[in-house]
């Protein structure tokens, strides 16, 4: 009995040694299962975000038709970073082309930004019809936060001067140097009225109905502000009209005396809908992302318009504050529903600068326009 008990001992002994190496496997296997199936979530990106406006940075990426548009994004973000030399981007403003998904842009920023253990921008993604380069998908404006001071007195906020011709069935196509001679001359009018040069802008943007004419529109603004970060795109496949409009914004030679101050020269078009200047010395902005409307019935606008409102609050600061107010309609129906709207929210009496002409998309097939606003920061 006592050998048949050792004899039953030792096999159970080696069956549990033999066994010992699978079930360790099972285990492994289980538990490389659990690990690979938990995926990080990335955060999104902020609505809203303050900065200090002495320390604001303006930069473009290059242009590029290496790859598709995840590729190019990943690209133009990397060029951004060297040229910002390790500032903190606080804002993208991507223009996208072609038929590429913008749904993934502030993916792809999030996921950019988190390996890098970046604080995330605000983000706004805007569909054109076409860029300068054929291939290329994306091209973005980057606002940063420069370690020194960079703009001591403040900056300047130049609405969009636009310039525009009909297109009619006998010239479909109208060339466009033209208006952008026109929209450059208004620009650096806008400039002189508050006491600045063309060497004192930082950033331009041109939005242009055409880029048949690109190398001699390109060669202007370049003549005309070499100085600057320069961007020019066309706002739509098939626009309604001809039209070049170019915004700027510029370093201030001096206080503007209060912390934003609106101004409308004379010799430009007057107009109750905007100021054609703003001179911010606040020492704080707030910056937002795009918020996106739905729809073109005056409620559905009203509700973009106050979850704007509601994110400026966040920031301790007003809608009625707003310094620039970019908007980014699709239809002209929406753009009579926000003018219509936007001094329900606005302040009225001193309209805020501001660019508002059609696009060709956004990152939501359902969405009819998107704004974004720099609004002084409270104290």
Request: aromatic share 4%.
């Amino acid at each position: 009995m006592c050998g048949i008990s050792i004899r039953l001992i030792a096999a159970s002994v080696a069956l549990l040694v033999a066994a010992a190496p699978l079930l360790s496997q099972k285990r492994k296997k289980k538990k490389d299962e659990e690990v690979t199936q938990t995926l990080e979530i990335l955060p999104d990106p902020p609505s809203a975000l303050k900065a200090e406006t002495g320390k604001l940075t303006f930069e473009v990426s290059p242009l590029t038709a290496k790859g598709l548009l995840s590729q190019q994004v990943r690209e133009a973000v990397k060029a951004l970073w060297r040229a910002n030399r390790g500032e903190t981007i606080v804002r993208l403003r991507a223009f996208v082309a072609g038929t590429g998904d913008m749904r993934r842009f502030p993916q792809l920023v999030s996921e950019m930004f988190s390996e890098k253990r970046m604080p995330l921008p605000v983000v706004t993604t805007i569909q054109v019809g076409a860029l300068p380069m054929e291939g290329a998908a994306v091209v973005i404006e980057s606002v940063s936060v420069a370690k020194k001071t960079a703009n001591p007195h403040g900056l300047a906020f130049i609405s969009g001067q636009a310039a525009t011709a009909p297109i009619t069935a006998e010239q479909s196509k109208l060339p466009v140097m033209p208006l952008a001679v026109k929209s450059v001359e208004n620009l650096k009018k806008a400039l002189a009225a508050v006491g600045l040069l063309a060497e004192d802008t930082l950033r331009v943007t041109c939005f242009s109905s055409s880029l048949d004419d690109h190398p001699q529109v390109q060669g202007l603004v370049h003549r005309e502000f070499g100085g600057a970060a320069i961007n020019i795109v066309q706002i739509q496949r098939a626009p309604a009209q001809s039209v070049v409009e170019c915004e700027a914004v510029a370093r201030l030679r001096q206080p503007a005396g209060v912390p934003v101050k609106l101004v409308s020269p004379e010799g430009l078009e007057a107009s109750k809908n905007y100021s054609h200047v703003a001179l911010v010395s606040a020492p704080r902005v707030v910056l937002t992302g795009a918020q996106m409307g739905f729809r073109t019935q005056e409620s559905d606008v009203r509700l973009a318009f106050g979850r704007v409102k509601s994110q400026l609050e966040q920031q301790g600061t007003s809608i009625q504050k707003v310094a620039m107010s970019s908007i980014y309609p699709l239809s002209q129906d929406v753009t009579n529903k926000i003018r219509e709207v936007r001094f329900d929210f606005y302040d009225r009496a001193n309209p805020p600068a501001s660019t508002m002409l059609p696009f060709e998309g956004l990152p939501s097939v359902d969405a009819s326009f998107a704004i974004d606003v720099v609004a002084v920061a409270g104290n």
